[in-house]
């Protein structure tokens, strides 16, 4: 296994990369796997679990109110565990501890026999993975230099969704082997099949994580001596209050960030739903998600490259630009192929919005505490994620009682897709706070702390 990633590393494609640089790229490849999951099958199974026992209306809003309740509290315990993690040797061991238990509750959630069993377990697997992409993040300052961040924050995202789709196919194939599938090749019992989606997922997750335990060294980092929890949120305060009061760029930033990755991540989460509820065939919807991994990877290699080219900024107002259409176009959703055309218009952005914000956020803040950072930059994060799956739950209950249907100008819209077609109003108000964002200089006092 140890030469396979050193003959990767030194292949054509990867050769420009450093071993830490490759080595960081490839967590992406391997947690992105668990996000193909969790946006396209666990949805189904919960689905499936809970059929017969609660309402699909009240699945939906359930699964929109489980991420939610998965993002306040990663949100909560983020900032945290980023100032713990920015002492000395300190972020490699809360990373590999992120990663095991979001590892073991993956197989376990396997094992799960109820809706509610599931979804609690599924909430724990949940909050381990979107923690260790806390400290995996604030590892880019110390595996890369400014100058390629971009590049290479790019790169971990496109191949995470090209990676991807290793795993998830074995996964796909298992499901579609099941009853469930509906597709009359009833080899394996449902509960093999998610078995077999669940543990594969884990093991490659686990495998692909082996480099960056081994080349991850910890170059930027905070010289305090470790404290009490006290002295931990104490630390946590000040930073919010110097970003508040000093460093409006980093403020408005996180704003905008805030607002436009409200609609990412509601969609990545919620995509699933959006035609389960129109009673789209299953397996259409996750083959097509399957393919806009393959979208997605060639779109954020197109990124990479024009991030050398063009302004950061501009690239991802491109990308906010491209959502909101996406979100606007879910309101005439009916079909397969619209499902397929929504899917793809994803694709195209979804990848390089989230790195290049990633990668800028990075530039602007200083490298000795960027685990804090980007502690402070996941609450803004899993936040928004609340807010959008938060904004489906309400108006599923509302469509609940109006019989699941709005009336707006005279044309009628299902509530789901009303659901995804308001998240546009989140990705307008970002454009905005970003482009404010953009025209303020970075503060002094800043520019001292990341020399």
Known sequence: MKSLFKKLNESKTFKDLTPQEFSWVLYDVGNSAFTMLG???????????????ISNDNATAYWALATSIVTVIVALIGPACGVIADHKDRKKVVFQTACAIGVGGCIINGFASSWLLFLI???????????????????????????????????????????????FTIALVAYILTPGAGMGFEVLSDFVGRFI???????????????????YKQINYNEDEKGAIGKVFAQIGRSLKRIATSDKKVLFFLIAFFLYIDGVGTIIDNCINLGTDLG????????????????????????????????TVTLVLVCIVGYAVVCLYALTLQYLWQFAVMAFGVGCF??????????????????????????????????????GSFVIYVVKKVGIATGGVFTVFGFEIRSINMAIGLLALFFILGYVFLKIADKIPQSEESKKDIQ
């Not at 946006?39 to 026992?53: D, M, T």
């Not at 590049?151 to 789709?165: H, L």
């Open 39 to 53: 946006c396209s099958l666990i949805p189904i199974w919960f689905k499936q679990l809970a059929a017969g026992q």
């Open 121 to 167: 377990i599924y909430i724990f697997a949940k909050v381990a993975y979107q923690a260790s992409l806390t400290f995996y993040d604030s590892m880019l300052n110390d595996v890369t230099t400014d100058e390629r961040s971009d590049a290479v924050s790019s790169y971990g995202y496109a191949w995470g969704y090209i990676g991807s789709c290793i795993p």
């Open 197 to 215: 989606g669940f543990t594969i997922t884990a093991v490659w997750w686990a495998i692909v994580t082996l480099p960056l335990l081994k080349y």
């Open 280 to 311: 789209l065939n299953t397996v259409g919807q996750v083959v097509f998600l399957l393919l806009t991994q393959v979208v997605a990877f060639a779109g954020s290699l197109v990124f990479a490259k024009l991030s050398k080219k063009y302004d």
């Open 350 to 387: 979804q990848g390089s919005i989230q790195s290049l914000s990633r990668s800028y956020y990075a530039k602007i803040i200083p490298d000795e505490n960027s685990g804090e950072y980007f502690g402070i930059y996941d609450i803004f994060a899993k936040g928004a994620s609340f807010l």
